[in-house]
Nanobody, 126 residues
Framework: QVQLVESGGGLVQAGGSLRLSCAAS????????MGWFRQAPGKEREFVAG???????YYADSVKGRFIISRDNAKNTVYLQMNSLKPEDTAVYLC????????????????????WGQGTQVTVSS
């Protein structure tokens, strides 16, 4: 029903920036909550940032002050601006969408989301 495609990943030096995009298609709605998760080799998938249908945001402590999530409903796209990147940010980043009014800490919970993208690799060199 909803398809998500991430882009913008790549290789960057520590301290640099990247902007990830996630384009949604299909039966999209402004009522969708959107989130970004990441998974590094040998580690569990972890929450990074989320944005509610109304635009409120929520971040993992590890990225607060460095990452910014935003959405452009007219373009059916959610973004993750990543600044001051660190080697520990290296991971596959996945976007997710859920037809929900969830906000705040609910955005950090995987069951909130119904659809997932394929992921894009972000590698930060030291």
């Amino acid at each position: 029903q909803v398809q998500l495609v991430e882009s913008g990943g790549g290789l960057v030096q520590a301290g640099g920036s990247l902007r990830l995009s996630c384009a949604a298609s299909g039966r999209t709605s402004s009522r969708y909550a959107m989130g970004w998760f990441r998974q590094a080799p040998g580690k569990e998938r972890e929450f990074v940032a989320g944005i509610s249908w109304s635009g409120s945001t929520y971040y993992a402590d590890s990225v607060k002050g460095r990452f910014i999530i935003s959405r452009d409903n007219a373009k059916n796209t959610v973004y993750l601006q990543m600044n001051s990147l660190k080697p520990e940010d290296t991971a596959v980043y996945l976007c997710a969408a859920g037809y929900t009014l969830a906000s705040g800490s609910r955005l950090s919970q995987m069951p909130t989301y119904d659809y997932w993208g394929q992921g894009t690799q972000v590698t930060v060199s030291s």
